[in-house]
């Protein structure tokens, strides 16, 4: 029963030992392994998106994780795999604010989707991270650790805000945990505004 | 829900309590205050990233006056609008947002915002216990005012969605004040205090519609 909150102050003590953000993170002289850890938290699109899947897929109890984490691991592999495969997305930002918006919504209105609309957001969300995480580092071997990075990012943090959804019972922390939906989907309907102004 | 029903079975009652949710919060608080801007897939500017929009709402006295009264008058109210208006709040907020960003016109914006101080203020002041459509409503109409005000700095920002999630937290850390100080309601004089909260909110809401400020 410990483990979401170690895993909680793990993810604050990481945070707070954070540095700006730069593209891609070349400058901060990190490993690929970490580089790879640190691109999805540090990219505020994919950790919004994973932050309001996650509260989506614990918000209603454990059980949606049955199929939401298989979705989003098996579509960030499905990423992964499209860039290198050269296939582009162009419009992967947007359509990540939207799968934002939509999973932010659902958390706010304390909504449970459907198994199969679970399925295709976490399916969807993954995708277009991996799609956007492809690791610049030049040898096999490094981008693999790259690649490694990413994934156990992803999943450690869709699973602890997950699992914080999940276990929290007091009225007033659901609350919060709809309040938390509320912010991600006025976030990211603003920037989703403005990806369609540009 | 069967999932659910599972899992919480075998937890004890005391699970998860403040103890550390509670300076957890406080924690990230301080690192989202304290953070530098992120600049990932950005350039930089006076005006962009998650402090600017952090910043936003709290440079501006008539902005947080009308935040800390919506907590004030949901707390008053109690449950379900305690909680509902400030979920519903950042998501109208959002809509006035778009609105400014996207360059629409709206007239009186800067008058809706000192207005928002003082009606809101009022009905803190006194006690008014309106029906939560009403209350819906009226919070929803000063949303967006106070949505569009930030939307039109928002293009400018260096980082879009972290000028959207500053301006949006802060905006929520203000309600989140807001309620914590209306809670002194359970007791006779934080009533009062309350109450006086509002009646200050009210005539600052007031000297910025008239000029004074």
């Not at chain 1, 199969?116 to 993954?126: C, D, E, F, K, V």
Request: proline share 5%; glycine share 14%; with cysteine.
């Amino acid at each position: 029963m410990r483990f979401p909150k170690t895993i909680g102050l793990a993810a604050i003590i990481s945070l707070s030992a954070t540095t700006r953000a730069s593209a891609h993170f070349e400058a901060l002289g990190l490993s690929d392994f970490n580089t790879g850890v640190i691109h999805p938290l540090l990219t505020l699109q994919h950790a919004l998106a994973l932050i309001a899947f996650g509260l989506l897929c614990g918000q209603h109890g454990a059980f949606p994780l049955r199929y939401g984490l298989p979705a989003l691991a098996l579509g960030l592999g499905a990423g992964f795999a499209g860039a290198y495969l050269g296939a582009t997305l162009a419009a992967a930002p947007t359509i990540l604010t939207a799968l934002c918006l939509a999973a932010g919504l659902a958390v706010a209105a304390n909504y449970r989707l459907p198994a199969w609309a679970t399925i295709g957001l976490g399916g969807a969300i993954g995708l277009m991270i991996g799609f956007e995480s492809k690791p610049e580092a030049t040898t096999p071997l490094a981008q693999l650790a790259g690649i490694s990075g990413t994934t156990i990012a992803v999943l450690l943090l869709f699973l602890n805000l997950a699992g914080l959804a999940a276990f929290v019972t007091a009225q007033w922390l659901q609350i919060g945990i709809r309040v938390l939906g509320s912010w991600t989907s006025a976030a990211a309907f603003l920037n989703m505004m403005l990806l369609f102004r540009k | 829900m069967q999932g659910k029903k599972r899992v919480t079975q075998h937890l004890p009652s005391t699970w998860l309590l403040p103890t550390w949710l509670l300076p957890g919060a406080i924690a990230f608080g301080l690192i989202a205050a304290g953070a530098s801007p992120a600049l990932a897939h950005a350039g930089t500017g006076a005006a962009g990233g998650l402090m600017a929009g952090f910043l936003h709402p709290l440079t501006g006295p008539d902005h947080i006056i009308a935040m800390v009264a919506v907590g004030l008058w949901g707390a008053f109210l109690g449950a379900p609008a305690i909680w509902a208006l400030p979920v519903l709040f950042p998501m109208v907020m959002a809509f006035g947002g778009a609105w400014g960003m996207l360059g629409l016109p709206l007239p009186f914006v800067e008058t809706g915002i000192a207005v928002s101080g003082l009606v809101l203020g009022l009905m803190v002041l006194l006690g008014v216990e309106a029906p939560l459509w009403i209350a819906a409503l009226l919070v929803g109409a000063f949303a967006i005012f106070h949505g569009y005000a930030h939307g039109v700095e928002l293009p400018e920002a260096a980082e879009p969605l972290a000028y959207s999630l500053g301006f949006v937290v802060a905006t929520g850390l203000l309600h989140l004040i807001g309620i914590g100080f209306g809670s002194l309601t359970k007791w006779k004089a934080g009533r009062i205090a309350v109450r006086t909260g509002g009646g200050l909110i009210a005539i600052t809401g007031l000297a910025y519609l008239t000029g004074v400020l």
